[in-house]
């Protein structure tokens, strides 16, 4: 819309015609000026004029040719060269003004001259002044009126609609906008005051080549660029090269300095007579232009345009302000729901379980519309979010990106794989957990559809001549529509930074998780080792006793025997089989305190005999409950270890005896064939009318089944960690008896049935 520069003549064909190539041209040194004013370099500390603009004869009544090598008091007087000197013995930074009078030609003229400095020298500009007195005192009056406006803006709407009119009443120009750029250096009026003879921009848009890069260069250096007349022919600077570089003058500060051809041309087309534009900066880098047009040639004077200046200067400051404003109160909506979302968190070591409870707050967060987290392997969504599989992939390719935060208002165009699903995840905001494993929590936004009003078609920014020469830019300003797809609403910086936090916190659970999983891993160990240690030495001061007891059993038993009354014997033999089983009994409390330190005792065991052994332990509890013991027939002899094997007797025979409250008690261990060997049966008549069910209920919290194909909860499903923990040890007791093979728990060749009885529910 308002480029700083175009192409020369002469750009070769063959490629894509718009304005890229503007991006070669060498706009900061043209060779020339704007003929409505004068430039000198000149040398220091002599001030002998250097360099000197072909149009100082029509200006100042001296050809260049007769200022070039003489002192600059030649054009001024004394008194007017001393003014200069004080000027350059203070700190010239910029442009500085001067007003000051010229006496070639015969006669004096007032201008108004600026002042900077390069390195070829002392860069003098001269534009005539248009009044005897400078305009100071109606310009500052003119800009505190404009200040207090602006002050008062407390939107981005009021503040540039407020410029727009404050610069027009200021300059007098028939149209000015404020005219913004995207992130890809489109342009959007969004605010204008305008004469009504002249065609309203408010609402088009322009392409990004309409501006160059190094057109937007310039615009970041220089608050304020004039081009008094579109017309004008450029005033050539004498000698091309300068004298102390040997190159060609940088105009890059000079507010005299040519314009493009081809942008001269673009202003034609659009109606213009003349142009002016002010630089609006946000954090040092260019936001947008305030753009004036007027239908006439005009020279806005240089008091005025230092005004304008310093009303861009402003409305920059405001700018930021009035974004801060807007940032903040979103700053604290964020804040708010990262409040209770962190609220929630907090002490919470299921940090995911938390967030998919209720996820809501995680979508009120950014403004998001979906959301997706994947951690430990699977994901969690919510709203409108892509398929597991989609994910993954996405996943996969947010591994390649750069960062820790990852966003974007257009994922197709970046990754075409998630064209299909544009409709709800046009936007992603991506804050990586895991990266290497594919953990990330995710948000998305839908496709925004939007209508684009430009200033004549973007594709058609230029326009070949019919022999293939010269561009020339667009003719047609009219408004042209476009539909934009695949777009969502873009995230803004405090959703970002939410996002950021976010992840921060979920990566502090996770690593606290982390340490306190070591803590408690070694509080375990340690627990552990006092735990070794005192069953060790239970168990060896238990069996001090007990060895006296059978000592003394055995000694009344010899010395005796033959005068004690009927049973006493018996009993007393019963005495010395419970002694050898709990000297049995506290070696096993010794292993056990070594389990998954020590392997497995597996031996060829007599199965017949160590229930014989259990009995006899349990002869009191059988004889006091009334139970009948039935064993068919003989056990087998089998490989097993046999502490542990007859600890699992003993405690599947307890439970029966404990749950049996049949009228006729009775408890059954037997051999039944099946698959090409003996198993070992045990089932009992009990309550609940679900016979067996104490076969069972001795796993209550401990374990799971191995069934054929799949696995079959028996136990009751209590969560305590320490049943757990139970549950492992006495899945390494059994797998210790021998492998599983079917349907069944297996003894070796013998096998522990554990087929559920009728009407009795598997849990």
Not at 463 to 480: I, N, V
Not at 509 to 526: P, Y
Request: glycine fraction near 8%; aromatic fraction near 6%.
């Amino acid at each position: 819309m308002v480029s700083g520069g175009g192409v020369t003549d002469g750009v070769a064909t063959g490629f894509q015609v718009d304005l890229s190539n503007c991006d070669r041209e060498p706009i900061h040194i043209p060779g020339a000026i704007q003929p409505h004013g004068v430039l000198l370099v000149v040398g220091e500390p002599d001030l002998r004029i250097l360099q000197a603009s072909d149009n100082t004869g029509a200006l100042l009544g001296a050809e260049p040719e007769a200022l070039l090598g003489s002192p600059l008091d030649s054009l001024l007087s004394e008194a007017e060269t001393e003014r200069v000197r004080q000027l350059l013995t203070g700190n010239l930074q910029g442009a500085s003004l001067l007003r000051i009078a010229t006496r070639a030609g015969g006669g004096s003229r007032q201008w108004d001259g600026i002042f900077h400095r390069s390195a070829a020298g002392l860069v003098v500009e001269l534009e005539p002044a248009t009044a005897d007195e400078p305009h100071s005192v109606s310009a500052f009056a003119a800009v505190r009126q404009s200040l207090a406006r602006l002050q008062k803006a407390r939107t981005l709407r009021a503040l540039c609609g407020a410029m727009a009119e404050e610069i027009r009443g200021v300059t007098g120009l028939d149209r000015v906008t404020v005219y913004r750029f995207d992130a890809e250096w489109n342009g959007e009026v969004i605010a204008e005051a305008r004469a009504p003879e002249m065609t309203p921009f408010l609402g088009l848009h322009f392409p990004a080549s309409d501006i160059p890069q190094q057109a937007r260069e310039l615009y970041r250096r220089n608050w304020l660029r004039l081009i008094a007349d579109v017309d004008y022919t450029p005033a050539a600077i004498l000698p091309a090269l300068s004298p102390v570089t040997g190159e060609p003058l940088d105009l890059g500060g000079s507010v005299l300095r040519s314009v493009s051809p081809i942008h001269l041309e673009y202003l034609r087309n659009m109606g213009v007579g003349a142009s002016m534009s002010v630089s609006l900066l946000r954090n040092g880098e260019l936001w947008g232009l305030i753009a004036c047009h007027h239908a006439k040639p005009l020279h806005v004077p240089y008091e005025v345009r230092i005004a304008c200046e310093f009303l861009g200067q402003t409305f920059s400051v405001q700018l930021g302000a009035v974004a801060e404003d807007e940032d903040r109160l979103r700053t604290l909506e964020i804040a708010a729901t990262g409040a209770t979302l962190l609220d929630r968190m907090a002490g919470a070591d299921d940090w995911i379980g938390v967030l998919s409870r209720d996820t809501n707050p995680l979508l009120e967060l950014v403004d998001a519309a979906g959301v997706a987290v994947r951690w430990g392997g699977e994901w969690v969504r919510a709203g409108q979010a892509p398929e597991p599989a989609t994910l993954t992939e996405l996943a996969s390719w947010l591994g390649s990106q750069p960062g820790d935060v990852f966003q974007t208002d257009r994922l197709a165009e970046l990754f075409p794989a998630m064209s299909e699903h544009a409709v709800i995840s046009s936007g992603v905001l991506a804050a990586a957990l895991r990266p290497r494993v594919g953990d990330y929590l995710l948000w998305f936004r839908p496709e925004v559809v939007q209508t684009v009003h430009w200033a004549g078609n973007p594709e058609k920014a230029v326009q070949e001549e019919s022999d293939g020469g010269r561009l020339h830019p667009r003719a047609s300003f009219q408004a042209w529509r476009e539909t934009v797809r695949g777009r969502s609403l873009p995230w803004q910086p405090a959703e970002i930074r939410a996002a950021t936090e976010l992840r921060s916190r979920i990566l502090d659970i996770v690593v606290r998780g982390a340490e306190r999983l070591a803590q408690l891993n070694e509080e375990l160990r340690r627990s552990n080792e006092e735990l070794d240690s005192f069953t060790y030495i239970a168990s060896h001061d238990l069996k001090e006793p007990l060895r006296g007891i059978h000592n003394y059993a055995t000694m009344l038993l010899e010395e005796a025997g033959g005068t004690l009354a009927e049973g006493a014997a018996s009993r007393i033999q019963t005495m010395l089989r419970l002694t050898r089983r709990m000297d049995a009994m506290f070696d096993s409390l010794l292993t056990y305190s070594r389990v998954g330190k020590l392997e497995l005792n597996q031996v060829e065991a007599d199965l017949q005999q160590l229930l014989d052994d259990v009995l006899d332990t349990l002869e009191v509890r059988v004889a006091e409950s009334g139970t009948e013991i039935r064993v068919p027939r003989p056990l087998p002899t089998m490989p097993c270890d046999p502490v542990r094997t007859a600890a699992i007797f003993q405690n599947l025979i307890t439970n029966a005896l404990k749950y049996n409250d049949k009228p006729e008690r009775w408890v059954e261990v037997g051999v039944r064939e099946r698959d090409g060997g003996p198993g070992c049966v045990l089932r009992a008549g009990q309550r609940h009318r679900h016979p067996g069910k104490a076969l069972v209920d001795h796993f209550s919290g401990f374990s799971a089944f191995a069934w054929e194909g799949q696995v079959r909860w028996w136990c009751r499903g209590r969560a305590d960690d320490r049943q757990k923990a139970g549950a492992k040890a006495w899945r390494q007791d059994l797998a210790g008896i021998g492998p599983r093979r079917g349907q069944h728990l297996l003894l070796h060749s013998a096998k522990l049935s554990t087929r559920c009885p009728p009407g009795f529910r598997r849990r």
